[in-house]
Structures are given as structure tokens and as C-alpha cells.
């Protein structure tokens, strides 16, 4: 019901495929592992005006001013930012939950400002940061990451990140869902953040969660409205691979890489099929252990 609300919403899957959307599950994948994503810098994107979800914007902004300026800002910026999803920025950080989950230790309320008491409240199961001022409680959920596959010429569209975690090395273009947007749109816009790139969604591909870091991704497949794009601030190049030739040595996080692999598996099968799964981290292994995770609980369409 959800890929078929999604797919009313986004409009059919470019290639013809079957209409039943029923899940079945697949064998687990396994392969590189769990690594961080950081949220780009969307507040110093605050003049940007991506292309929207259903229609281009009659004047779209001059490529080079989007994604040619700020740079060093945004660098700045995301240096000095804490990685929201950071295995190793917390570990030093007391949790507030013994959960297998990543949780800020919240020491002040953020209405305002004052002291927090850490317990279970009533009716719940959680502890949780409750303000010993005004008694609200800093409930802390997961973020959503989007971004978009696209697809041209039998390529894929993969950037170089310029930015930490995992400067250097290759990613889809995504990042963080802001508040009063669609995932689509988020996607969209990131696309246009990291690769100057004009897309059209086509359908939903893939979502992942990743329990113990609290992300979701939602990958897009998309394609290009131009055969223009360009590294943003936050990529160093960006360039469109066949298949055959993806880095699979170099890419950045494992959501990446699973959802590449579903994609390649997808084109030799004939067609895309919408996916879920949970990347879970191997028990004991390093953040930095590219391969230490699986992919469970994997649905497709
Ligand atoms: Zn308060």
C-alpha cells in the first residue's frame, strides 16, 4: 500500500513492470559495512531553490551561483558540525538509553533551557530527557536521509564526497530531509546541492533503515531533465559510471552499497522492484570495517 500510495504520488515506474506490488522476502546480502552519513548544510543552502517535485521552475537559478559559491562555508560549517550520525562522535558521550540505538545524552531542554531529569515517563518504556522547569519531554526519533539513483545512458550518477565522513570517497547524491518537504522533494534538492543536477524522480527504490545510527534512506531512482551536472560544495567530482565500472572499493557508506547492489541485481533481472531492508552492524566490529554488516529483514516488491 505504501509503494503504491508512493508510486500515485511520484507516477509509474519509468520501465514497464508488474503491477503486483506484493513483498516477498530475499536472502540477506551481506558486504561492507556500516558507516556514517553526515546531513549536508542545508541552512547555508537557504538561497537555493531546487527544482521542485512536478514542474521545473520557469527561471532556474544560474548553476554556477548555486553550486559554484559557499564552498568554504559549507566546509567550515560542517566541520564544525557534530555528525548526527556518528558511531564514534557519541561513543564518548554518555546514553541516556541502554538500547541498541545512538542516544544524545540531553543535559537542557530545548524550549527553555532548563535542567533535565533523566526517567521513564509514566505510560512509557523509554528514559527519557524531561525538563524539571516546564516537564517537556526531548523525545529523540530518527532521521530520514533521501537522495536520488539516476540513471543515464545505461550509467549511474555517483559524486565525490569533498567533506567528511568519508571525504574522498563516492556516494549517491543524498542527504537530510528538512522539515516542509516530501522525501521526493529532499531528494531532488540534494541532487541539485552535490551534483548541480536537474532531476525527475521516477519511483521509489529502495528504503533502508539503520537502527543503531536512527537513519532511514529513501534512494529515488531519477533522471536527468539535462545532461548538465557539475560538483556542488560538498563534492570534489561527480561523474556518471557504468555498471561495470562503479568504485565498489571506494564508496562511502554501505546504504550505498546495498543500494547499488540491488540496482545492478534489479537491471539483470529485467526491472526495478522496490526495496526494504535493515542494515544492521556486525556485533564487535569497527565503525571503520567497511564490510561488517548485513542486510536483513530484506522485502522487495
Ligand atoms: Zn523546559
Redesign the pocket.
Known sequence: MLLKAMQAALGPWRRPCSTSYGFSSARSLSGPSLRRRRGSQHQQHQQHHPPSLRTPPPAFPARKRHCGSGTARVRAAAAARPGPSSDTAHSATPIAIQTSGIVKRINF?Q????PTKHEIPDGEEKTRAI?T??G?IAYQNPKMVVGCLIEHDNKVLLCKRNIEPSNGLWTLPAGYMEIGESAAEGAIRETWEEACAEVEVLSPFVQLDIPRIGQAYIIFLAKLRNPHFSPGPESSDCQLFALDDIPFDSLAFSSILVTLKLYIQDVKNGRPRFHYGTINKRPGSSPSDIRAYTLDYHLQS
Open positions: 531542554c524550549w527553555c533551557g532548563g525538563c522547569l516546564c517537556k
